[in-house]
């Protein structure tokens, strides 16, 4: 037996489509034709920069499971945007192990092409991943130099600055400050006392 002039049994599986957290079979809907299954990954020569593998194949989608719009659909409320797909040959060596970044909205109920191609089935692989990645470290890094806050209700609907030297009137504030702000009064009505007592001598 040579490599590829024989032809490998393969299983494409789905996460969570049936039960949360079991991959389901579903090779029986793979459409062998326009190709079959194309899965690409790295490199296409030495000059070209690394790309993230993509398995590209499409389903007989004409009962419309795999439309998540469709409420008579088979895995309705549990297939979507980024649905983990693994492609494996059956002695258990994984080929491919991504994500469906789409899927069609509806199937085709005319019948004149059930298997419907298109774009969205693609599988970005790590692609996806990696953006939801930036995405967190993006939302990290507003919420260190922009902090959510936190003010009296008297505030809903003002004008609140944060800048140097700037001001935002309150008539509220915390027990803390109102402390810290008696003392300073104390303190200026201190000095003017002393201060008057001085001129008067």
């Not at 029986?28 to 190709?35: E, F, I, L, S």
């Not at 939302?139 to 008297?154: E, L, R």
Request: some cysteine; proline content about 5%.
């Amino acid at each position: 037996m040579t490599f590829p002039a024989t032809v490998q049994d393969i299983k494409v599986e789905l996460l969570g489509v049936v039960t949360a957290a079991v991959w389901t079979d579903v090779t029986t809907y793979v459409q062998r034709r326009d190709g079959g299954i194309n899965i690409t990954r790295g490199r296409a020569d030495e000059t070209s920069t690394v790309q993230p593998s993509k398995a590209t194949l499409s389903f007989n989608n004409r009962d419309g499971r795999f439309s998540p719009r469709n409420p008579s659909g088979a895995y309705y409320g549990k297939i979507g945007r980024n649905t983990q797909l693994r492609v494996s040959i059956l002695a258990g060596t994984y080929r491919f192990w991504g994500e469906v970044s789409q899927w069609p909205t509806l199937q085709d109920i005319t019948g004149n092409d059930v298997y419907g191609s298109s774009p969205g089935m693609e599988a970005l692989g790590d692609c996806r991943a990696l953006q939801l990645y930036e995405t967190r470290n993006a939302q990290a890094f507003d919420k260190v130099v922009n902090p959510p806050m936190k003010g009296p209700t008297s505030l809903n609907g003002q004008k609140i600055s944060l800048l140097p030297g700037d001001t935002t009137y309150t008539d509220s504030m915390s027990p803390s400050r109102a402390r810290h702000r008696r003392a300073a009064q104390r303190f200026m009505r201190a000095s003017a006392r002393t201060m008057q007592g001085t001129a008067m001598a």
